[in-house]
């Protein structure tokens, strides 16, 4: 008999410690100063704190209400090496089971040598970058790993019955890319019936080592962005949860986050599963008859970090105890996408700290709604009236309406969102900028090195003067121009050495956004980025990057990029307020931007870029929702960089997006140069743009930046070969697949030298 299910849960908890202790102990590892021992021993407390922390805010210790839900790089990397996909070329870190041990693990996600690593991508709508799988007819699926199972056993060692998580067949093979030794037409979902056996026999393992419960993750299930017909995505899922259910050792909890199940939802509650977790955030409360299975409403965010109204959430699930006698509540997704602590914010305002939950504010709330579940809604009243007097505290806050800025977007008309003719600017950037075939540059930031980050800190904690900081700045871009200039590049960028992360940076520069000391959330293996909050109406009180671009174009006859992050980008990378359209506050956003871009331009600057890596990122992943959001979002891009003249050139570089989707909003927002990552999917985007007659300057990545690999002169040869096959060599532009400032200067230089050597092959080929 299955165990009853928790009351209250969540999908999934922050993992990178909250001082980034994982991310310290992995990268320690790497470089060599821990062993694998003493990096198993950190992630080992890690995992009990977490269980200690849960269990303090409400959850319960042996009711299966705690998920276990660890990784140390990513978890769809986590379920390929636990069912054996391990591409061949990594065949020699596999053992005689089927197992890699840490070290190879590692190998897969980051490369090594010659080897390349897996691709990266985003996850679903969120900033989260995952490991794609590589499957195809040669895969030999088997448990080859017992990971969350011996984390199960570890847990039930110390007290606990908790709920073990892993990716769904249904969604790693919907994920997952063919192989390099697959077939062309090969799709991987057509492993899914030699897959199942897989999952039922860790299903098995982990009922044995104690689990009464599993979660298995299925966002593919609630996503209409993906290439498989949705026909064949149902079947699916019909398929794998009739055979896992049949025979199931212990309760099976599908969870479907980031969106509405609609018409996935039929086929979930016929299979002989036994508890479905519904996204009640972005999607409704279904209207379905009633079903014999548990319904864990998903009503509290866990992709953005406001407190929210408790009282509307608790009516959500209240609709949905129509519908079963039996309801949980929950949070919408893994709260891995939120910072740990409000508490542990002091330089955040004391008012705002009201309006915000992070991860264990929202296990409080997961709890506070639990109660009111099994002891009604006057038991819990109190903490209802205290969240709603918060949203009204927030809607009347000086700030948050600004009517200046209002009556600005009101008032835009569609000259506000044109240029001229592309031919016509082409022509007068030639002769303004004068750049070789092939031209180089790189994306913007280079290596930010222990230097920086130290005397940053020091600045910040008033050790050094703002204008002793200003000195050393100024120090680092003379060092990055003049290496810049000694490669060869032809666009050269000032390095960015006084940002601190692409988005906090204008954050702190315009009204509106508040920033966080610890808000850390993981972006990608040990990288975690801190999200500005974007609580107000956006405006730019004063010039942001003017003067670091005209200094360092003082330093050089050659062309300088101004650096901007864009609209969307920063409405992607921030929490963003959900109090009206994101339209509305793209267009906020974008105008001040528009200021700063009309600054640059008076001040000499002819080339600027415009970064929007997330564009693809926040496409919904429902069909009837995504033309709105590409009008708006390209619309905000071309409001941001539409005042411009002619002899201007804008850019934008995107990355880490499958591009064929929104390849059409790409065109439409008209930059003069896009670059794109493209080296790490070895170039698959440039047939499609082949097909869609993109006509203006593309730059395809030549240089996997995720990635710790000197790529060769030779491999760089070969991918340019690749993009001039299908793209004009006018439209051609050679440069990284994103911005430098993650990697070390050793590997930057080496790479950057390999790239114009290359380049340098590719236009004596052709003549130039």
């Not at 995505?233 to 986050?257: D, E, K």
């Not at 008859?289 to 009503?299: E, I, M, N, R, W």
């Not at 506050?585 to 001040?592: G, H, I, K, R, S």
Request: aromatic content about 6%; charged content about 25%; overall charge negative.
């Amino acid at each position: 008999m299955t165990a009853p299910f928790p009351t209250g849960t969540i999908l999934g908890y922050p993992r990178i410690g909250r001082r980034r202790e994982l991310k310290r102990a992995v990268e320690a590892y790497w470089a060599g100063r821990i062993d694998a021992a003493e990096l198993e021993g950190t992630a080992a407390e890690l995992r009990h704190v977490t269980r200690e922390r849960l269990v303090s805010l409400g959850l319960g210790r042996d009711d299966s209400s705690i998920p276990e839900s660890f990784s140390y790089y990513d978890q769809v990397l986590d379920a390929a090496v636990t069912v054996g996909a391990v591409p061949t070329r990594f065949a020699d870190l596999v053992d005689a089971d089927g197992a890699v041990d840490l070290a190879g693990y590692f190998t897969i996600a980051r490369g090594e040598g010659d080897r390349a690593p897996l691709e990266m991508t985003k996850w679903f709508d969120s900033n989260y970058h995952y490991l794609v799988p590589e499957i195809g007819p040669e895969t030999e699926f088997r448990l080859a790993g017992d990971r969350l199972v011996r984390e199960v056993e570890e847990a039930a060692a110390a007290g606990y019955v908790t709920r073990p998580v892993i990716v769904g067949p249904v969604t790693f093979l919907l994920l997952a890319k063919p192989s390099d030794e697959a077939p062309a037409g090969f799709a991987p979902l057509s492993r899914l019936e030699d897959l199942l056996p897989v999952y039922r026999e860790l299903l098995a393992r982990l009922a044995a080592a104690g689990a009464q419960w599993v979660q298995l993750d299925e966002p593919a299930l609630v996503s209409e962005s993906l290439e498989t017909p949705r026909g064949e995505v149902l079947a699916a899922a019909q398929t794998a949860y009739g055979s896992l259910g049949a025979g199931r050792p212990l309760g099976i909890l599908v969870a479907a986050p980031y969106g509405s199940l609609d018409d996935a939802l039929p086929v979930l509650e016929q299979a002989p599963i036994d508890a479905i977790a519904l996204d009640l955030v972005k999607g409704a409360v279904p209207t379905r008859p009633a079903t014999d299975k548990v319904l864990v409403g998903g009503v509290i965010d866990g992709h953005n970090i406001w407190r929210g109204d408790l009282e509307a959430a608790f009516e959500k699930l209240g609709k949905l105890a129509a519908l079963t006698p039996q309801v949980a509540v929950a949070t919408s997704t893994n709260l891995f996408h939120t910072p740990h602590d409000v508490a542990d914010e002091p330089e955040l305002s004391a008012q705002l700290k009201t309006w915000l939950a992070f991860a264990d504010q929202k296990v409080g709330q997961v709890a506070t709604l639990a109660r009111g579940l099994r002891e009604g809604k006057t038991a819990i009243q109190a903490e209802l009236d205290a969240a709603s007097a918060a949203l009204e505290d927030r809607s009347t806050a000086p700030g948050v309406r600004d009517g200046a800025v209002r009556s600005r977007v009101a008032g835009l008309d569609a000259s506000a969102f044109s240029r001229g003719d592309y031919a016509t600017r082409r022509a007068e950037q030639d002769v303004a900028l004068r750049l070789p075939p092939l031209p180089t540059t790189t994306i913007g930031s280079f290596p930010q090195t222990g230097d920086i980050r130290r005397e940053r800190a020091r600045q910040a904690k008033g050790e050094i003067t703002e204008a002793e900081y200003e000195e050393f700045l100024k120090l680092q871009i003379r060092d990055v121009v003049a290496l810049q200039e000694r490669i060869g590049l032809d666009v050269l960028v000032h390095g960015e050495p006084e940002r601190n992360d692409m988005v906090q940076y204008f954050a702190e520069n315009l009204d509106g956004f508040a920033v966080t000391q610890n808000g850390w959330v993981q972006s990608y293996g040990s990288r975690a980025t801190r999200p500005s909050i974007l609580w107000g109406d956006v405006s730019r009180p004063a010039p942001i990057t003017v003067r670091w671009s005209t200094f360092t174009q003082s330093l050089t006859d050659k062309p300088v990029k101004g650096m901007l992050t864009g609209p969307v980008t920063i409405l992607a990378w921030s929490f963003v307020r959900d109090d009206q359209p994101l339209a509305d506050t793209a267009y906020q956003v974008a105008l001040a931007l528009r200021d700063e871009i009309a600054d640059l331009e008076a001040a000499g600057i002819g080339v600027i870029q415009v970064d929007e890596p997330a564009l693809r990122e926040l496409l919904p992943l429902k069909k009837r929702d995504q033309a709105a959001y590409l009008d708006w979002s390209v619309n905000s891009f071309k409001l941001a960089t539409s005042g411009v003249k002619n002899r201007t050139q804008i850019h934008t570089h995107l990355c880490y997006s499958e591009f064929g989707v929104v390849l059409d909003a790409i065109d439409g927002l008209d930059a003069d140069v896009t670059s794109i990552e493209a080296a790490r999917s070895r170039m698959e985007v440039v047939p499609e743009l082949e097909r869609s007659g993109f006509g203006r300057g593309i730059g395809p990545g030549v240089y996997d930046i995720h990635s710790p690999r000197v790529p060769s002169v030779e491999e760089v040869q070969e991918l340019i070969g690749t993009a001039l096959s299908s793209i004009p060599e006018r439209q051609l532009w050679i440069n990284p697949d994103c911005g430098l400032k993650t990697r070390g200067y050793d590997e930057t230089v080496a790479s950057l030298e390999n790239i114009l050597s290359a380049t340098r092959e590719a236009r004596a080929a052709l003549g130039a």
